[in-house]
């Protein structure tokens, strides 16, 4: 502590993961229309996931060297 400044609050390290995400996702419904609003409105059935770690970023409390 410096210039009898404290610390207020503990701090823990915060990091960004940065996946790629490929799914395979289903759809029950009338018409492509129809299935691509209940997609972006509700999702589908998942079948299939593939999940990549593409990067990772530390963004708060990092360690200092």
Do not use: P
């Amino acid at each position: 502590m410096k210039n009898n400044v404290s610390k207020i609050k503990e701090t823990k390290q915060t990091q960004c993961f940065s996946y790629e995400v490929v799914m395979l996702v289903h759809i029950i419904a009338d018409n492509e229309t129809t299935a691509r609003t209940q997609l972006d409105d509700k999702g589908g059935i998942v079948t299939k996931r593939d999940v990549k770690l593409v990067n990772t970023q530390a963004l708060y409390g990092e360690e200092k060297e």
